[in-house]
T-cell receptor, first 114, second 109 residues
Framework: KAGVTQTPRYLIKTRGQQVTLSCSPI?????VSWYQQTPGQGLQFLFEYFSETQRNKGNFPGRFSGRQFSNSRSEMNVSTLELGDSALYLCASSFWSGVGETQYFGPGTRLLVL | EDKVVQSPLSLVVHEGDTVTLNCSYE??????LLWYKQEKKAPTFLFMLTSSGIEKKSGRLSSILDKKELFSILNITATQTGDSAIYLCAARPDSDMRFGAGTRLTVKP
């Protein structure tokens, strides 16, 4: 099976712009979660989608939004970028089995805001 | 406020040693606790724990959860240099997910 893919892998934007990141989960996985990782704040949870519905949401401002399509692919959007949005954005797809949940992370999109 | 605290923050051991990493949590409406290993790339999922006292095991790694005392431990036996990484735990309350700062483990040959 192909792993979780994220595009683009690297991105440079300027303050005030907006950005859309894409995540394709492993085939058959219906849950996609997004995370932000920075040296200062560590790993933080953004949101989780399951079957096109946002199921959980972390403590991020409304500038951060996401969606999931019927094929389980997900996008996250950050509007009005700020310097502090520079980070590694990770997505993970997951499935549930008898032993619980298993997650697989994509390689991440590294965003630099200038 | 929900929080997750990992200890120690860093640890240096020699190959063959056994290590125990700690994760304590205070979250509202706790659902599960997860462990990850992160090297120089994206995290790798290790375990998800929901029930107290049931050990999850994968090779030399094992983990257990204590919901009464609000902590979890990750054990690594017979450590190898390839175990060098940052180990992260995360607690899931109702609709969020809180990560600890991680334990940086260095295994020397």
């Amino acid at each position: 099976k192909a792993g979780v893919t994220q595009t683009p892998r690297y991105l440079i934007k300027t303050r005030g712009q907006q950005v859309t990141l894409s995540c394709s989960p492993i085939s058959g996985h219906r849950s996609v979660s997004w995370y932000q990782q920075t040296p200062g704040q560590g790993l933080q949870f953004l949101f989780e989608y399951f079957s096109e519905t946002q199921r959980n949401k972390g403590n991020f401002p409304g500038r951060f939004s996401g969606r999931q399509f019927s094929n389980s692919r997900s996008e996250m959007n950050v509007s009005t970028l700020e310097l502090g949005d520079s980070a590694l954005y990770l997505c993970a797809s997951s499935f549930w089995s008898g032993v619980g949940e298993t997650q697989y992370f994509g390689p991440g999109t590294r965003l630099l805001v200038l | 406020e929900d929080k997750v605290v990992q200890s120690p923050l860093s640890l240096v051991v020699h190959e063959g040693d056994t290590v125990t990493l700690n994760c304590s949590y205070e979250v509202t409406n706790f659902r599960s606790l997860l462990w990850y290993k992160q090297e120089k790339k994206a995290p790798t999922f290790l375990f998800m724990l929901t029930s107290s006292g049931i050990e999850k095991k994968s090779g030399r790694l094992s983990s257990i959860l204590d919901k009464k005392e609000l902590f979890s431990i990750l054990n690594i036996t017979a450590t190898q240099t390839g175990d060098s990484a940052i180990y992260l735990c995360a607690a899931r309350p109702d609709s969020d997910m809180r990560f600890g700062a991680g334990t940086r483990l260095t295994v020397k040959p």
